[in-house]
């Protein structure tokens, strides 16, 4: 064993590993992080499996036209266009993502993996990213459950560089489960928990309530029926300073494909709208979606 990189990690060059990973909330507030460090990858395993023996599988009503009769007319025509009409109401869903991460306007990308599952019967969100930049590894890892949401990054398998919770940060992630609703459940969009007002023919607002948090955003619904963007005005990002503010969040998403009958966006980006200009800090392109996972290890 060579520890001595570690030992310069953690003394020398721990301040200026801080100072670059700091920024990187914004990129991993949709995200957590696997692969090597163990700690943080055995972490996103346990809340998973505890989950699925939270959450099992059991048998679940087929989506109706009668079911989605009360949404909005933009909604009922993504509904129908996905083809979640004819299938079981999802229950959970595991998502894979391949994404290049920017840390600052003008930045270099940083590519990056990321796996999650999300659950619906009781909202649940467990998202694990790895990357890396200048040859030193970014972990993440960030779960979002009833009791709030936490959110970690460790740097080289070592050390957290940020380790947050609170109701600011479960109130943004609320936003990021209503994201998920959106694009990867439309089966889901009748569920109590959202509320609609419908604005015109290719657009409506959703909220969405759960426990104590109250989000909204705006969907936009192309003629085709794709659900083409994502707008919340209730949304944080974690700023170079440490706080975090409030910052207008949208999710462009396009090149709608099939995966076992159901379609979506394969392509999306992650944007802050900031009163200086958009910043667009992440493009994902979707590598693998499977719905109602029976248990089974991560990965």
């Known amino acids: ?6 030992i310069i990690i953690n003394t020398a060059l721990r301040p200026a590993i801080r100072s670059l990973a700091r920024p990187f909330f914004f ?29 099992p599988l059991a048998p679940s009503n087929v989506l109706t036209e009668e079911d ?14 996905s083809g979640a009409l004819g299938k079981p109401v999802p229950q959970n869903v595991r998502i894979v993502f391949d994404a290049q991460m920017v840390r600052k306007r003008g930045g270099e990308p940083m590519e990056a993996h990321s796996e999650q599952v999300n659950f619906f019967n009781e909202p649940v969100r467990l998202f694990t990213m790895e990357a890396s930049q200048y040859l030193v590894p970014f972990r993440a890892l960030h779960l979002y459950r009833a009791e709030g949401a936490t959110f970690q990054v460790r740097v080289a ?24 609703l959106c ?17 015109d023919s290719s657009s409506c607002e959703a909220t969405f309530a759960n426990g104590k948090f109250r989000v ?23 700023e170079n300073d440490g706080t975090m503010r409030n910052v207008r969040w949208s999710t462009p998403v396009s090149d709608y494909r099939e995966f076992d009958g159901r379609r ?27 719905y109602d996972v029976n248990g089974g290890t991560a990965r």
């Not at 947050?164 to 992630?173: K, V």
């Not at 694009?183 to 604005?199: I, K, N, T, Y």
């Not at 909204?216 to 974690?238: I, P």
């Open 183 to 199: 694009f990867f459940a439309p089966g889901r969009l009748a569920d109590p928990r959202l509320s609609w007002r419908e604005v």
């Open 216 to 238: 909204r955003a705006m969907l936009h619904v192309n003629a085709a029926g794709e659900l083409v963007n994502f707008v919340s005005d209730d949304r944080y990002a974690l």
């Open 157 to 180: 398998g070592s050390f957290n560089v940020v380790d947050i919770a609170g109701d600011t940060l479960t109130a943004a992630e609320t936003v990021t489960m209503l994201n998920d």
């Open 27 to 55: 990129l991993f507030a949709a995200a957590g992080l696997s692969g090597g460090c163990h700690s943080l990858w055995t972490d996103y395993d346990e809340a998973l499996q505890a989950e699925f023996r939270a959450q």
């Open 264 to 290: 979506i966006g394969t392509k999306g980006e992650a944007i802050y709208h900031y009163p200086d200009g958009d910043f667009t800090y992440g493009t994902f392109r979707l590598v693998s979606v499977q």
């Open 68 to 81: 989605i009769a009360p949404l909005p007319e933009p909604v009922r025509r993504y509904v129908r266009y």
């Open 1 to 6: 064993m060579k520890p001595f990189p570690f």
